[in-house]
C-alpha cells in the first residue's frame, strides 16, 4: 500500500461527499474502510455497505471499459442500500487483486467528474501496489525477483493493511527491523513507529520501560512516565527479539495485544493504546515454548500473521538488485566483474547487514571510480580499517548535523535500524561531548535536540548505555 492510504484518498473522496470508502481483495477480505460504520471482517458476511454491489464487482472480476467494475444509483440500488440511506455506489479495481468501493447518500448518482478522481484513485493505488510487489519501489531491502523476495513483499503488502500483530522471522541481520518500518509507513498509520530493542533493556526494568509508571511508584519517581508502548499510540510497536521478554511479563504483554489496555506501574487506572503490533524473533519460537521460556498463549496470539525473512545466501539472485537499491553506500564507484562474482559468491554469514555494512566499507576507503577486485578483499577481513571507516562515516553525520538536522533524525536514526553500532554512536558522542566542554546540555544543543526533548535524550543515553562519559 502507499503511505497515505488511510488519509488521502479519504481526504479527497470525503471532499466528494463520499459517505464510505473501503478496500478489499478477490477472496473478499475487508482490508481497510473510512467513513460509515461498517461490521465484519468480510464481504459475505459484512454490514453496512451495499453487499450487492460488492459482490458483483467480484463475480464479474474485471472492468468495464470506461474502467468501473460497478456504479448504480437511487432507482438501480436494492433495499438493504436504500435502508442505510445510500444513494449511489461505485466500485473500481486497484490492481490486479483489490477493490475499492465507495457510496454516498447526498448525490443521486456520481457525475462523471466524480467517477473519473474514483477511477484515478482506485489506478493509482493499484500501480503503487503493483510496483511494490514488483520491486519497482521502496522495498525495505527485500529487493530482487527470487520467488523469496516476491513472496516476503507480497506478504508486506497484505499485512500492512491489516490490524492484527505481525511476526517477523528471521536470522540476524536479514532486514526484520527495515521490514518493520516499511510495514508501518506502507500502513499510513498516523502515530510513530516506536522500536523497542528488548536485548538492551535489563530484565528489571522491562515494565518500566514498556508501559511506564505512575507517579510514586517508587524512589525518585516523581512524575509520570510514559512506556515505549504508550509513545507508541496510534502508530506502531516493534518489538524486536520478543522473545527476551522475561516470562512474568509475558502475560500482561498479551493482555495489551488482546485488550488494548494495559495498567502503569503503580497505578490501578488502566490505559487504553491503540498501537499496532510487529514482533520479531531469530529464535524458533515454537521452540521457545517447548522449553518453557515463552508462553504458548502468546506465541498463538503473536503468529497470526507471520512474515518468515529468508537469509541471503538463500537469494543470492537478488544480491545486484541489493546492490542498485543501496549504491548511495558506494559513493559514486561503480563495480567491475570480479566484485559481482565476489559478492555472489560469499556466504553472507551477516545476511543483508553484512552487505550494507560491506558497501558502505567500499564507499569510504577504496578509491577510484572503478574498484575492481577489491571487494574481494573487503569481505576476506584483509584490510584493516574498521577506525578510519568509522571516522568518515560518522564525519557524515556531522555533517548532517552542521546543516540542521537533528540527532533523532542523523545519528539515532541509524542506530536504531542497526547501521551503527553501540560503540560507533557513542564515540561519535564522546567527540560532540568533548567539544562541548564535557556539558550535557552543551551537547543537546549542537546535535539540535529541542529544550523539551532533553530529558527523554538522557534518559536514552543512559537506557542504551551510550553515555560518552561511559568506556567500552
Known amino acids: 500500500m502507499i503511505e497515505s492510504i488511510k488519509n488521502k484518498v479519504w481526504d ?35 454490514r453496512g455497505f451495499s453487499k450487492s454491489c460488492a459482490v458483483a464487482a467480484l463475480r464479474q472480476g474485471r472492468a468495464s471499459e470506461d474502467g468501473v467494475a460497478v456504479t448504480r444509483s437511487v432507482g438501480d440500488l436494492p433495499e438493504s442500500a436504500r435502508l442505510l440511506y445510500v444513494k449511489n455506489v461505485m466500485v473500481v479495481p486497484a490492481g490486479d487483486s483489490l477493490f475499492l468501493y465507495v457510496d454516498g447518500g447526498v448525490k443521486e448518482g456520481f457525475s462523471l467528474a466524480d467517477a473519473a478522481l474514483i477511477g484515478a484513485m482506485g489506478a493509482m493505488l493499484g500501480e503503487t501496489i503493483d510496483r511494490f510487489r514488483s520491486g519497482g519501489g521502496p522495498t525495505g531491502n527485500i529487493a530482487g525477483d527470487s520467488a523469496a523476495a516476491r513472496q516476503v513483499r507480497e506478504l508486506v503488502a497484505m499485512y500492512a493493511l491489516e490490524e492484527e500483530p505481525v511476526l517477523l522471522l528471521g536470522e540476524t541481520g536479514v532486514g526484520k527491523n527495515h521490514v518493520a518500518d516499511l510495514i508501518h509507513r506502507l500502513s499510513g498509520r498516523p502515530g ?22 505512575a507517579r510514586g511508584a517508587f524512589t525518585h519517581a516523581e512524575e509520570r512516565k510514559k512506556g515505549l508502548i504508550e509513545e507508541a499510540d496510534k502508530g506502531t510497536v516493534f518489538l524486536d527479539e520478543i522473545a527476551e521478554i522475561p516470562l512474568a511479563l509475558q502475560s500482561k504483554l498479551l493482555r495489551f495485544i488482546e485488550s488494548g489496555r494495559f495498567r502503569v506501574l503503580g497505578s490501578v487506572e488502566e490505559v487504553r493504546v491503540e498501537a499496532r503490533v510487529i514482533a520479531a524473533s531469530n529464535r524458533d519460537l515454537a521452540e521457545e515454548v517447548k522449553g518453557g521460556r515463552f508462553r504458548k498463549d502468546l506465541f498463538f496470539r503473536l503468529n497470526v500473521l507471520p512474515l518468515p525473512i529468508p537469509p541471503l545466501r538463500e537469494r543470492r539472485e537478488d544480491i545486484r538488485a541489493l546492490v542498485r537499491e543501496n549504491e548511495r553506500l558506494l559513493r559514486g564507484k561503480k563495480l567491475g566483474a570480479g566484485d559481482w562474482k565476489s559478492l555472489e559468491e560469499h556466504p553472507w554469514p551477516g545476511n543483508v547487514r553484512e552487505l550494507l555494512h560491506v558497501l558502505t566499507r567500499a564507499g569510504i576507503v577504496l578509491t577510484g571510480p572503478l574498484i575492481e577486485g577489491e571487494i574481494g578483499r573487503l569481505l576476506g577481513g584483509a584490510l584493516e580499517v574498521e577506525h578510519a571507516g568509522d571516522n568518515a562515516a560518522l564525519a557524515g553525520f556531522q555533517a548532517a548535523i552542521d ?14 535500524r542497526r547501521d551503527l553500532n553501540r560503540g560507533q554512536v557513542r564515540l561519535f558522542l564522546k567527540g560532540v561531548f568533548a567539544g562541548s566542554g564535557h556539558n550535557l546540555k552543551g551537547m543537546a544543543a549542537k546535535l539540535n535536540i529541542r529544550e523539551g526533548e532533553y530529558p527523554r535524550f538522557v534518559s536514552m543515553l543512559h537506557r542504551y548505555s551510550i553515555h560518552p562519559r561511559k568506556d567500552g
Open 12 to 46: 479527497v473522496l470525503k471532499g466528494k461527499e463520499v459517505s464510505l470508502a473501503m478496500l478489499y481483495d478477490r477472496e473478499g477480505r475487508i482490508l481497510w474502510h473510512r467513513g460509515r460504520r461498517i461490521e465484519g471482517q468480510r464481504i459475505e458476511d459484512g
Open 403 to 416: 546543516s540542521g538536522k537533528s540527532f533523532w533524525e542523523t545519528v539515532w536514526s541509524a542506530f536504531i
Open 192 to 213: 510513530d513507529l516506536v522500536v523497542v530493542h528488548t536485548p538492551n533493556i535489563p530484565a528489571d526494568l522491562f515494565e518500566n520501560e514498556l508501559f511506564g509508571h
